[in-house]
């Protein structure tokens, strides 16, 4: 049931170290209300936070209630990137970024793995990995920085030495 999930937070968690950047990782329900609580944890824990990546279709209409309720608006404040099949991509708005589940050659994938099994009993299990198509819809885009969350602006090192404003004393 949820080795999708553990080789989802692998690739997520191996592509972000190679970034160089901090992976955060965050478990929720399969239910809207789950979605609003997991944004609220995510912005508690670090409110710069601009993007969120889910493999949960099921809370998708929480996250981005949570994300309103917490006065981010997508994209223009947050990205969301997920995994998710295109009925549940297109129903949210904006609709989902997604990386689409693949249905159709999954189940032709299956159907050839069974008949191979049924074929040779005691041949080993084998393992296909699918690459699912990226489609681009409207949950992503340069988000705007969360106000503070920015550095301060370096200031000119002035010499006063040399500074001359034209009064004299």
């Known amino acids: 049931g949820y080795g999708f999930a553990r080789l989802g937070d692998?690739?997520?968690?191996?592509?972000?170290?190679?970034?160089?950047l901090e992976p955060r990782t965050y478990l929720c329900g399969d239910d809207v209300a789950s979605g609003e609580v997991v944004v609220r944890r995510i912005l508690e824990d670090d409110p710069a936070t601009t993007s969120?990546?889910?493999?949960?279709?099921?809370?998708?209409?929480?996250?981005?209630?949570?994300?309103?309720?917490?006065?981010r608006a997508v994209p223009r404040d947050f990205s969301v990137v997920g995994v998710a099949a295109s009925p549940w991509a297109e129903q949210v708005t904006p609709p989902l970024t997604a990386a689409d589940i693949p249905?159709?050659?999954?189940?032709?994938?299956?159907?050839?793995?069974?008949?191979?099994?049924?074929?040779?009993?005691?041949?080993?299990?084998?393992?296909?990995?699918?690459?699912?198509?990226i489609t681009l819809r409207a949950s992503t885009g340069r988000c705007r920085?969360?106000?503070?969350s920015e550095p301060e602006p370096a200031f000119p090192d002035f010499a006063l030495n040399s500074f001359d404003s034209g009064f004299r004393v």
Not at 10 to 20: F, I, P, Q, S, V
Not at 112 to 131: E, G, I, N, Q
Not at 145 to 148: F, I, L
């Open 10 to 20: 692998e690739g997520y968690t191996a592509a972000m170290t190679d970034l160089g």
């Open 52 to 71: 969120l990546v889910t493999l949960n279709e099921a809370a998708l209409e929480g996250v981005y209630r949570g994300l309103t309720r917490h006065g």
């Open 103 to 133: 249905a159709k050659e999954m189940s032709r994938v299956a159907v050839d793995l069974m008949m191979r099994r049924l074929r040779s009993p005691a041949a080993p299990p084998r393992h296909v990995l699918l690459k699912p198509l």
């Open 145 to 148: 920085p969360v106000p503070g």
